[in-house]
Structures are given as structure tokens and as C-alpha cells.
């Protein structure tokens, strides 16, 4: 069982830039897939960005060019650099992490509000 920390949200302008952190504890393991959700009020929560343990990334269209997700296997982290934030970026924040092909397990959320 792995436990997950996320931190780094906050109240943000539009324009601005956050970085999303989540540190693992426990069992953790090189080829975890580790990814972050979001879920905005009233709305389903959603793949925000993943990463696969061969350096392989996924996004959603939505935060293409602005977002970027690294990981750190030594320190069991993974990172979301989330530049040029808008209002629609509002939402709760989860880590997520685990074997491929498992629902993996979850941080228990961070929230980010962009607004001016």
C-alpha cells in the first residue's frame, strides 16, 4: 500500500503558475504509473496528466502546452508545473499513483483556485 502527500495549491491569478507536488510513502515502485486528477465542482474528476515509468506522458487537451508532469523515482515524487493558469483550472487536485492496469491509490487532494 502506498500513501500519497500532495502539496503546493493555493489561490492564484490568471496568468500564474503553480507547482503541485506529491511524495509517496511506503510501497513505491519504478514503474508505477503517477498521475494528477482533478475535479471541479458540480463535475466528474478528470485525468489532468500522467506519467508512465518509461518517461512516456500523457495530457489533457485542455492543459497541452501550459502543464508539465515530471517525476523523481529516488525521492517516490511526482511533480505538476502548471503555468498560464485560467479560472477553468479551478478544481481539487489529486495525486494518483500505482502498477499499470490498477486504479492505484489516491492523495487525499489539494486545492487550486485561479482568480483575480
Known amino acids: 500500500q502506498v500513501q500519497l502527500v500532495e502539496s503546493g495549491g493555493g489561490l492564484v491569478q490568471p496568468g500564474g503558475s503553480l507547482r503541485l507536488s506529491c511524495a509517496a510513502s511506503g510501497s513505491f515502485a519504478n514503474i508505477y504509473v503517477m498521475g494528477w486528477y482533478r475535479q471541479a465542482p458540480g463535475k466528474q474528476r478528470e485525468l489532468v496528466a500522467r506519467i508512465f515509468g518509461n518517461g512516456r506522458t500523457d495530457y489533457a487537451d485542455s492543459v497541452k502546452g501550459r502543464f508539465t508532469i515530471s517525476r523523481d523515482n529516488g525521492n517516490k515524487t511526482v511533480y505538476l508545473q502548471m503555468n498560464g493558469l485560467k479560472p477553468e483550472d479551478t478544481a481539487v487536485y489529486y495525486c494518483?499513483?500505482?502498477?499499470?492496469?490498477?486504479?492505484?491509490?489516491w492523495g487525499q487532494g489539494t486545492q487550486v483556485t485561479v482568480s483575480s
Open positions: 494518483n499513483m500505482g502498477l499499470p492496469g490498477t486504479s492505484g491509490s
